[in-house]
Structures are given as C-alpha cells and as structure tokens.
C-alpha cells in the first residue's frame, strides 16, 4: 500500500519493480508506435527557450534526458529514478551518446534537495509516463515541485487516469467487471499481468487540488487515448490503421469538450508566476 510514513520501503518495491523492465522499456518506447507518438507529444509541450537547468522526475531509461540535453545543450538536465536499474541503463546510454550535460541520482522527489546545491532551482521539471502515480504523497510532491522550480519556470506533469472510459466499456461488455473498475480503487495494481505494484491513480480535479495548493498556475491540460487505442493497445493501430486514424482526430475533437478527461493519460502544464532571470 502507498503510505507516506513508510516511503522508502514503498520506494524500494517501486525500484525493485522497475529494475526487471529497465532495458525492455527502452525497447518497447522504440518499438510502440503509441508509445513513441505519446512521447514525442509530451515534449512539445516543454517550451521553456533557454533553460539552464531541466529536471526529469521518473527519468526511466532516460531517452527524454538524452533528448533534452541534445536540444539544449547549454543546460544541465538531471534524471531521478527510484530504480538503479534504471539510472545505470540511462547514464549508459547518455555516455555512449558522448553527453556531459547530465546527471543521474537514484532517488525519489521527496529527498532529492539532499543530493543537490542548496541554491539549485529548475526552469523545467517534467514527468513523463506517469511517475507521480508512485510518489508516497501527490499533495507533498506538488509542494517540492513548486519549491524546485525558478520563478518563470515551467512543469509538464503527466498522469495514469483513473476514469479511463473505453476501457470500462469494453471490459464490462466482456463481463469483466473487476477489469472495468481495477483503476477506480484507492490502490492500482499497474499494467504487468505477471508482477504487480501497488500505485494510485488520480482524476484531473484531484490533480489540480494538489497543485492549487501551491504557487503554480495551470496553463494547459489534455487527455491522450479518449477514443484512440492506448500504448499497450498498439496491435489496433497494426490492424487497423485507417480507423485508428479516424479515432485519433476524434480524440483531438474530444480534448475540446467535456469527455478531455476520459482517457488513458492525462497532461497539464504549470508555470510559475515571475521572471527567473
């Protein structure tokens, strides 16, 4: 169970989890065409102009920390993780890409300040995928992202949905109730059949509670996988590619009505007030 009295032990499971997948995940990003359109969608959104320092919370194998080193070369950009496993993979990758604009810390958010400069703020910080499903405390962790950024800084935070509804549909017309409803639940088992991770997920208005709480201003939100397959769904995009093209200009109609909120993830983006230069 996610519990904040007891986050390095829950951290340690996290990390355990992630180390079976560190390289598979790097794999599957390559191989997913969902996946890889998710992500490259994310990153548009990362708009700062000349940020020198970028903060990837949940970095994994660290594809988005070698992307954004390589776009901003004059920046340092930093990855966490709770998996070693995953920050070995990553600081691999990135010296086998010649990059020395990035650090990685095997760590997780809320004792991240110890293991840097004491004056050491962001121009971004981003999470991608999903990583704030498995902090301890997402009201803790809002607090420390608006303690991390710059003023004039910008957060690109993705989420795990609670209240996907074309899952629901289709698993309850497969009579898959307890399918239909794994993710409405205090805690969420996660994606992998075989091994399990206790998480949570959030609704879009429990996502903006925690941050209204804070300093930061929400500039932008979205859903991704309202009508169009999700990124483990990819065999529909292979079998059907016309009609998924179809659901996938639905989903980009639908992000400007009410259903925005009914897919498989969701992305806001924050700013916070002032001038950090």
């Known amino acids: 169970m996610v519990d904040t009295k007891n986050t390095t032990e829950y951290y340690k499971e996290v990390g355990d989890y992630f180390d079976i997948f560190a390289k598979q995940h790097h794999e599957k990003s390559d191989t997913n065409q969902i996946l890889s359109g998710m992500r490259d969608s994310f990153r548009t959104y990362v708009t700062h102009p000349a940020p020198k320092n970028i903060l990837d919370i949940g970095c994994g194998p660290g594809m988005d ?40 810390i095997n760590t997780g958010i809320e004792e991240l300040r110890q293991h840097l400069q004491e004056d050491l703020k962001f121009d971004i910080v981003y999470v991608f995928f999903g990583a704030l499903n498995t902090v301890s405390s997402l009201d803790e962790a809002a607090k420390i992202i608006d303690k991390l950024l710059k003023p004039g800084g910008q957060a690109v935070l993705t989420f795990v949905n609670k209240y996907y509804l074309s899952e629901f549909v289709v698993n309850m017309l497969k009579l898959r109730p307890g399918k239909a409803m794994a993710r409405w639940g205090k805690v969420w088992r996660g994606y992998s059949n075989d091994y399990a991770l206790d998480s949570k997920t959030y609704t879009p208005a429990r996502i903006q509670k925690a941050f209204n709480n804070t300093g930061l201003q929400l500039q932008k939100r979205r859903g991704y996988s309202i009508f169009y397959p999700a990124w483990f769904q990819a065999g529909k995009l292979k079998k059907h590619p016309g009609f998924c093209k179809i659901l996938y200009k639905v989903d980009r109609m639908a992000n400007k009505t009410f259903l925005w909120d009914n897919g498989e993830y969701t992305l806001f983006v924050y700013n916070k007030p002032g001038n950090g230069l």
């Open 65 to 104: 920390v070698a992307h954004f080193a390589e776009k901003y070369p004059s920046a340092k950009v930093y990855g966490i993780d709770v998996s070693q496993g995953m920050i070995d993979y990553a600081a691999g990758m990135c010296k086998a890409k010649n990059l020395s604009n990035t650090q990685f």
